[in-house]
């Protein structure tokens, strides 16, 4: 029979979520990590459960982390002064959001809505940061793929406001 | 029938049995404290000292050896070094003890006596308000070393308290995230960013003052055993124990402005029990070595190591004293300041907390 004090010294325990394990090694932030470094990430992230209309985070809540959709749709709203919200976009399973949040606090620049029941994985600032402290190679690779999936984001972005300054200019020359 | 989660009755429902329960599991723990108090300081214990030894575990994991066998190494020099002070300390204070005993029993008091009733009679006219106060010194100091002896006799503590505590300290240490998910696990979706973020911010200056606090205590310790070193190498050894006297500085140091008492107060009762001839040169010798270990602590060791994040004002500083001693005797006065600082820190930041998070 094993000891179970020798075996948790010793050996590294396999962990049980296998599932949350396969979906983080479809996340683009977790791309460059191996099957071991996967587990440690397994073992920070926090799974949770929303009921339908329940907020995972409000617009102007102090950043804390990204969120991983592995079951359901989450909207994204922003909340105007007069109470009145603007659809901003609807993720699915498997979409990620608030990944900004991992590299400060700053105030969230929208809410997000449980749509239907959802089952999400939540990945924060502080575990990221204590991570990169333990073991600083397997936090550089996810600031690296964090850094990756941002500048994607900032390359998209400038594309369409290149559009949108020539739609402006468009008719003037017209 | 609304069965959202803001339904208002639901809401308030879920309140209400939260609150019940919360002031439910006060009472349990106040009826059961007297029967779990010393388990209860053997966790806080283990808590302090996981705080203390986490980096380092955490630098050696970021060195590439496995976490459990970090925490091992850590455990095994920390308790090898304690197991030692302890093994030297105690009969060297068992050792003081007797010897305190035998010179309370000589004439050195009686000369003593003889000498302080004359200066009362010459300055005061009443020999016998000396005779009263030695009296009663002598009752006091006496009950002091027996109850001393008797708790350093009592080994059956010191195995239980050397057994559970590394065993505690090592599982708090190696399965820290595990804890911490668990009990984040249990906290509502409404609460549960304000809750993740304030418990890290207080985690994180707590644990910042609390090692600052043990840097700090250490520190000032050995600079105490190194000046009462240089004493007792000027004046041919008038202060024995000098180690345990001036690591008990040390430790005292955490309340604040009582660590050069502590350490001063056994230091001149030793020297004058010993009775050197220049008895008087020394005592002033040994003030100036307490009060510059204190200047120093003060002006450099201190703003570099112990967070300003939990600065307190003097009259905080008493009242909290106070209050830890009359819950833990000398222990409780001796953690009511971090305890404090504990507290203020964790009101500060789950009031920004509240202030900053939308609860609706």
Redo the contacts between chains.
């Keep these: 029979m094993k000891s179970p004090i020798w075996e948790n010294i010793i050996f590294r325990k396999k962990s049980e979520n296998s599932d949350t394990l396969e979906f983080l090694a479809k996340v683009p932030i977790f791309a460059d990590l191996e099957d071991r470094e996967l587990v440690e990430v397994e073992r920070i992230v926090h799974r949770r459960k929303y009921k339908k209309g329940e907020p995972i985070f409000r617009m102007g809540d102090p950043g804390l982390g990204m969120y991983i959709i592995v079951e359901g749709t989450v909207e994204i709203v922003e909340e105007l002064d007069n109470e009145e919200k603007k659809h901003l976009a609807e993720l699915g399973n498997g979409a990620f959001f608030g990944d900004l949040a991992l590299l400060d606090e700053s105030p969230r620049s929208a809410s997000a809505i449980a749509h239907t029941d959802c089952d999400i994985i939540g990945f924060f600032r502080p575990d990221l940061l204590d991570l990169l402290y333990r073991k600083p190679q397997q936090g550089i690779k996810i600031l690296w793929a964090l850094a990756r999936v941002i500048g994607e984001r900032l390359r998209r972005t400038n594309e369409q406001l290149t559009q949108l300054q020539r739609e402006i200019k468009a008719p003037k020359h017209g | 029938m609304d069965k959202?989660?803001?339904s208002p009755s639901g809401q308030i429902n879920k309140t209400i049995w939260r609150i019940f329960f919360i002031l439910l599991g006060m009472a349990f723990f106040w009826l059961v404290y007297p029967y779990i108090k010393v388990v209860f300081f053997m966790l806080i214990i283990s808590w302090l000292l996981a705080m203390i030894l986490n980096p380092v575990v955490?630098y050696f994991?970021?060195i590439r050896i496995?976490r459990?066998?970090a925490i091992?190494i850590v455990m095994v020099i920390i308790l090898g070094s304690v197991i030692g002070i302890v093994a030297l300390v105690v009969p060297a204070i068992m050792s003081a003890i007797e010897s305190l005993t035998t010179k309370l029993d000589s004439d050195l008091i009686k000369n003593l006596t003889i000498q302080l009733e004359k200066f009362f009679q010459d300055n005061f006219n009443n020999a016998a308000l000396a005779r009263d106060v030695i009296s009663k010194l002598e009752q006091v100091g006496g009950e002091m070393i027996v109850n001393i002896g008797r708790v350093l006799k009592n080994v059956s503590s010191y195995v239980a308290f050397i057994g559970i505590v590394p065993f505690v300290t090592f599982f708090l240490i190696?399965d820290k995230?595990?804890f911490k998910?668990m009990l984040?696990?249990q906290i509502p979706?409404?609460y549960?960013?304000l809750f993740?973020?304030v418990l890290?911010k207080v985690g994180?200056q707590v644990t910042k003052y609390i090692q600052g606090q043990a840097i700090d205590a250490l520190i000032v310790g050995l600079l105490s055993v190194l000046g009462l070193f240089i004493v007792n190498l000027r004046f041919d050894g008038p202060v024995p124990f000098f180690f345990f006297i001036g690591m008990l500085a040390g430790v005292a140091n955490l309340i604040p402005y009582l660590g050069p008492i502590v350490g001063a107060v056994p230091a001149i009762a030793l020297t004058v029990l010993n009775n050197p001839s220049d008895v008087g040169v020394i005592i002033v010798w040994i003030a100036v070595v307490f009060v510059l270990v204190q200047v120093i602590d003060n002006n450099i060791i201190s703003p570099m190591v112990v967070s300003k994040s939990v600065n307190m004002h003097p009259i905080t500083v008493v009242i909290a004293v106070v209050i830890g001693g009359n819950i833990g005797g000398v222990i409780g006065m001796l953690f009511a300041v971090p305890v404090w600082g504990i507290i203020k820190v964790t009101l500060k930041e789950v009031g920004w907390g509240l202030k900053?998070?939308?609860l609706k």
Excluded: A, P
Aim: glycine residues 4%; positive net charge; proline residues 0%.
């Design positions: 959202s989660v803001n955490d994991e970021s496995n459990g066998l091992v190696k995230r595990l998910r984040i696990s979706n409404r549960f960013e993740l973020n890290h994180d900053s998070y939308k």
